[in-house]
């Protein structure tokens, strides 16, 4: 029903700046909330931003406010998550996500995404 792809990641020293792409294709129009996670190896797979499509609601978790930016086209594809000021310890690989099925701050909770990406890996060196 979705399709998801990400795009964008790399290698950056510490205090640079990625920008990361995903493109959902497929029922697009029944996309509530889009979001981005990452894991690491040998650490679960964490939040990191998320959007509520409808309301364009940005939510995002503590260790990375003020650093992401998370944002969308209007027409909810591609996503894009801005990353400044990265820090070594953002090293993961980080997975774009899609709903049908939630809205609001529950568009961080990894439960809530039935749509995931293969994956892009971004690594930060000190």
């Known amino acids: 029903q979705l399709h998801v792809v990400e795009s964008g990641g790399g290698s950056v020293q510490a205090g640079g700046s990625l920008r990361l792409s995903c493109t959902a294709s497929?029922?697009?129009?029944?996309?509530?909330?889009m979001a981005w996670f990452r894991q690491a190896p040998g650490e679960e797979r964490e939040e990191v931003a998320a959007?509520?499509?409808?309301?364009?609601?940005?939510y995002y978790t503590d260790s990375v406010k003020g650093r992401f930016a998370i944002s969308q086209d209007s027409s909810k594809t591609p996503l894009w998550l801005q990353m400044n000021s990265l820090k070594p310890e953002d090293t993961s690989m980080y997975y774009c996500?899609?709903?049908?099925?939630?809205?609001?701050?529950?568009?961080?909770?990894?439960?809530?995404?039935?749509?995931w990406g293969q994956g892009t890996q971004v690594t930060v060196s000190a």
């Open positions: 497929g029922y697009t129009s029944r996309i509530h909330c």
């Open positions: 959007i509520d499509t409808t309301s364009g609601t940005t």
């Open positions: 996500a899609a709903s049908f099925r939630v809205v609001g701050s529950n568009c961080l909770s990894r439960d809530a995404h039935d749509y």
